[in-house]
């Protein structure tokens, strides 16, 4: 009896355990389809059934990386776990499930060894985030823009950088100011400034540089994009402060160096008040490339983008009021 209950305690001194006891699984869990196994007397792995995938859970005792894994071998989702207190528990559950002897079919190896386990689940996770990353960029490229124009609105819709719209002259201005040097780009921080509005906020060097660009082209496009942004929306710009903030702190809490960094501070915009020159009546464009159908009459072009200007206006009065 005591040569047992010593190969009992010898047992449970191996390197599978390195967590103390905590509360077993839940007893729904216990029910379903699961098999252990220890690998080099170091690792543990589980693997179970959730629904029709198989979660596999392998662990060193200092983390738990947890695979969902298709049908055929595929993953599907994965997470690594550092808290210590899921890491002991599930140790726990592990040697457990060891000195039950529970089996079932093989483990994919794959998924049972945790560094082979645990490259896979950061790739994978850098591939997901690549991809909710290009699909927030086709979404911010499908945001309003001024009728004619790519570069002109909150977003773009141009997929390249030399592709402009019908309106090129003004869409090549928004162009400049859409790739400012110094921005702060909606919802996000920048030199000590939060952007809550659903536009960029530029530097008001840019602002500048895009309503002498405006002014330059003084058309339709140029005019009623000047007034919508500087006017309408009223857009603000930042200028820089240089403040003195901590840039290195010691291990204990405490400022070790500091530094002079620039520092966002806002400005109302100027209004847009098209340069002082004489305002032209009649919209300019490039002139249209011959076709062999019908073609609309100048006067036509002029009402269809006198409804889209009106349009604009209309859709910005919208935003503001919201």
């Keep these: 009896m005591w040569s047992v209950f010593f190969v009992f305690l010898s047992y449970l001194d191996r390197n599978v355990v390195k967590g103390d006891f905590l509360r077993s699984a839940p007893e729904a869990e216990k029910e379903s389809k699961e098999m252990f196994s220890v690998i080099n007397g170091t690792f543990c792995a589980k693997m179970s059934m959730v629904g029709e995938n198989f979660l596999y859970q392998v662990s060193d005792g200092a983390e ?41 079919q093989l483990m994919d190896a794959r998924f049972a060894r945790l560094d082979e386990t645990k490259g896979m689940c950061r790739e994978f996770r850098s591939m997901s985030r690549q991809n909710q990353s290009a699909k927030a960029s086709r979404r ?19 997929d390249h950088y030399n592709q402009l719209g019908k309106f090129s002259q ?86 070790k160096g500091y530094k002079k960094v620039p520092v966002a501070v806002l400005k109302e915009s100027a209004p847009y008040d098209f340069g002082g020159i004489q305002v032209i009546d009649e919209l300019t464009v490039a002139p249209p490339k011959k ?28 935003h503001v009021v919201c």
Excluded at 75 to 88: F, M, R, T
Excluded at 140 to 158: D, E, I
Aim: net charge negative; glycine share 8%; aromatic share 10%.
């Design 64 to 104: 738990v990386v947890r695979t969902v894994v298709s049908p055929a071998g595929k993953l599907v989702n994965c997470s690594i776990i550092v808290n210590q207190i899921q890491v002991k528990s599930f140790m726990h559950e592990c040697r457990l499930g060891l000195l039950d002897h529970r089996g079932g």
């Design 140 to 158: 911010s490229k499908r945001g309003f823009t001024y009728p004619g124009t790519l570069w002109c609105g909150a977003g773009n819709m141009a």
């Design 170 to 255: 003004t869409d090549s201005c928004c162009r400049t100011h859409d790739h400012c040097q110094h921005v702060i780009h909606p919802f996000s921080s920048n030199f000590g400034y939060t952007n809550f509005k659903w536009l960029s906020i530029s530097h008001c060097d840019c602002d500048e540089a895009l309503k002498e660009c405006l002014r330059k082209v003084n058309d339709t496009s140029s005019r009623v994009v000047g007034q919508a942004f500087f006017n309408v929306l009223t857009v603000p710009c930042f200028e820089f402060a240089y403040e003195e903030q901590c840039v290195e702190r010691h291990w204990y809490g405490l400022c």
């Design 291 to 318: 076709h062999d159908g019908d073609e609309k009459p100048e006067s036509a072009t002029q009402k269809e983008q006198s409804g889209n200007d009106l349009e604009l206006m209309m859709l910005i009065s919208s």
